[in-house]
């Protein structure tokens, strides 16, 4: 029995799956096909013609009925033999069918970016959707200048160096390039395990790495943050850093500055992620606890309200208009800068496949990721075990936690030169041995 199942049925637009009954078995895969739900008859397992797109919707089913008759040929020739095929065998007779010994089109990358998409639309952020089609775009550009498209297969090593050094060409930053090669990444994880249209590996070997720039590696110190704390924002302190001083703009400035400190500061006493901490609200705080279910994992973060915090709250900070994180990482830029937090930082980058290393204030690179970064350091430095915080931030290994944090050798042997293992007033005394031997002398 052959017949077409959504894979997201719940979407405003599905991904189609045809799913062959055969022996005992089921043999389901995508086939490159996405229709909006509204339109699928699930009784006809074909699509309804809705107004204006009588056409699209005869296209599809035409589409359709091309894979049922080459499943049905599938089965045929697998009828002769006495055990079931494997799905991989399966598919490979089945594609030679339904393509007349042409690979199947979902063998290139970049049409399963729309399967892809259509999987995670209203589900991701709508930020992040932008990533994955800004992604498709670029892959495809590629395509058009090494003039062949790409299947799943062609993306190794041989791959990676290709289009780095092509995409390194465009004078973008290496986190930027790092987006990409992550996305990529995930597309190829989706494509081989969801929807198991390839079997390659070559893209998951140690040298394909998702590269990037250091300029994410800074924190603010607890002295840091208590001078953003206390900073006076008004009229007089915001007409520093503004161009446009007209009165209207300033007022609004002030209370955006407020707001980014104040949202800032949150993350930053908390080591919660921007999209948790920006959708805090009061029923998440309880007998000086914080709780809220991770956005990204789905975990329950529970972490004790810092006076710093409390006092915010206590103040009348305002839960339900937070900051979107692209207006907060612009505002806590000139909060930080008002801060006086203009020490110069030094910043290797990547321009043009080559690494320049400039110095900029840091009050430039902080940005709302500074917040949790700052948690787990300070955290940290201040001596609370690493397997405690790490419960706070999600870090599994301690290892990757290590690596997160920022301590500068300095900074760990001040830490460090308190303990009793370097400090001999807190050992036991030893008299030197001066017995002496007669015969020695």
């Known amino acids: 029995m052959t017949t077409f199942i959504l894979l997201q049925a719940k979407r405003e637009v599905s991904p189609l799956a045809i799913l062959v009954s055969f022996r005992g078995r089921k043999y389901r895969r995508s086939i490159g096909e996405s229709v909006a739900v509204k339109s699928w008859n699930n009784r006809t397992k074909q699509v309804r013609a809705l107004s204006g797109v009588s056409d699209e919707a005869a296209a599809v089913n035409d589409r359709l009925r091309l894979w049922r008759k080459a499943a049905y040929n599938t089965v045929e020739h697998f009828m002769a033999y006495k055990a079931a095929p494997t799905t991989e065998e399966f598919f490979d007779y089945l594609d030679k069918e339904r393509w007349g010994g042409r690979r199947l089109d979902t063998g290139f990358l970049a049409p399963y970016f729309d399967t892809f998409i259509a999987r995670y639309e209203g589900v991701r952020s709508a930020s992040q959707i932008k990533h994955y089609r800004t992604c498709r775009k670029t892959l495809e550009e590629y395509e058009r200048y090494r003039g062949r498209r790409l299947r799943f297969e062609d993306i190794d090593m041989d791959f990676y160096n290709r289009f780095t050094a092509w995409f390194n060409t465009k004078g973008h930053t290496l986190n930027y390039l790092g987006e990409k090669i992550k996305i990529l990444k995930t597309v190829l994880n989706d494509a081989r395990d969801i929807d198991h249209l390839h079997t390659s590996d070559a893209y998951r070997v140690k040298g394909f790495i998702t590269p990037q720039d250091s300029p994410d590696t800074v924190y603010l110190s607890e002295d840091e943050l208590m001078s953003i704390y206390r900073l006076e924002i008004d009229e007089r302190t915001v007409k520093e850093v503004m161009t446009d001083t ?93 801060a006086g937090i203009t020490e110069g930082v030094l910043v290797s980058q990547n321009r043009g496949g080559k690494v320049v290393e400039t110095v900029c204030p840091k009050y430039a690179l902080v940005s709302s990721h500074t917040a949790r970064r700052s948690f787990a350091t300070n955290a940290y430095k201040a001596g609370i075990p690493s397997i405690a915080i790490m419960k706070i931030t999600g870090h599994k290994r301690e290892s990757t936690f290590m690596r997160y944090i920022r301590v500068s050798e300095r900074e760990n042997a001040e830490m460090l030169k308190d303990a009793a293992f370097f400090n001999r007033k807190d050992r036991p005394a030893v008299e030197p041995n001066m017995a002496t031997n007669a015969d020695d002398e």
Do not use: C
């Not at 703009?249 to 949150?266: P, Q, S, T, W």
């Not at 409390?310 to 990482?329: A, C, M, R, S, V």
């Open 246 to 338: 007209r009165p209207l703009n300033v007022g609004r400035k002030v209370e955006a500055l407020r707001k980014a400190r104040d949202m800032f500061l949150i993350g930053a006493f908390t080591g919660l992620r921007y999209s948790d901490y920006s959708r805090l609200a009061p029923e998440n705080i309880k007998d000086g606890i914080i709780q809220i279910r991770n956005q990204k994992t789905g975990v329950t973060t529970s972490v004790p309200v810092h006076w710093v915090v409390k006092e915010i709250i206590d103040n009348g900070y305002d839960f339900t208009h937070p900051l979107w994180e692209q207006k907060l990482n612009d505002q806590i830029k000139d909060v930080a800068r008002m």
